[in-house]
């Protein structure tokens, strides 16, 4: 992928996505830019090309994505489909690479169907899609801007592994807030969330 690829892949995401969505997204792909930065820059092309994708589903309406996750062959637990507002990730993943096959691969379709939820075992590539998305400027409340802030206090001059580390905790802290939330609002919380919640309080929590 070469940065004119990635400028035509912007273009037509553009112009399929409504004004309000195609801001949030365009913040996602600035916030990925500075995260492939510090984290990750070979990969910088590809972790741009994910952000542009990952809510290429999401202006179909909640109450429709049952429906379209079975149109296209995606599997649901019984949890996933009790939880439409979960859908567009997964539903995203499959259309991305439907519809733009030239700009995704199989780590990019997975960084985009755990987008929202996420799950044990993800890699850089994929937590940090999952950071850039919830970190990114336009989102104002508090636990948003409490996980940007985290982000933004990694020191850019620091060694890569101590950088890694530093956003490795505050990803962990991103999964307490953002199951924090969904806890007291009972709207997802099954023994997978759990399970995921303890395999990174395993792996980062000590770091
Ligand atoms: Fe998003």
Redesign the pocket.
């Known amino acids: 992928m070469t940065v004119y690829d990635l400028d035509r892949l912007r273009a037509a995401v553009s112009a399929r996505l409504p004004e309000r969505r195609l801001a ?2 365009l913040s ?1 792909e600035r916030q990925m830019t500075y995260l492939a930065q510090l984290l990750l820059p070979q990969e910088m092309l590809r972790l741009r090309a994910a952000a542009l994708l ?2 290429i589903a ?1 202006d179909i309406p909640d109450e429709q994505q049952p429906a379209l996750c079975d149109a296209l062959g995606i599997s649901l637990t019984p949890a996933e489909r009790a939880t439409p507002p979960i859908l567009h990730a997964r539903s995203g993943a499959v259309i991305a690479a439907r519809d733009f096959p030239a700009f995704t691969d199989p780590e990019i379709l997975r960084a985009i169907a755990l ?2 939820t996420g799950a044990s075992g993800m890699t850089l590539f994929e937590r940090m899609l999952m950071a850039a ?1 919830f970190s ?1 400027p336009r989102r104002q409340w508090e636990r948003c801007q409490s996980v940007r802030q985290k982000i933004m206090q990694i020191p850019r001059t620091a060694p890569l592994a101590q950088r890694r580390r530093l956003f490795d905790r505050a990803f962990l802290y991103m999964l307490e807030v953002k199951y924090d939330y969904i806890a007291t609002t009972g709207t997802v919380w099954n023994e997978d969330t759990q399970q995921m919640l303890a395999y990174y309080r395993r792996k980062f929590a000590q770091k």
């Open positions: 949030h997204v996602v990952h809510d999401k987008h929202t998305d990114e």
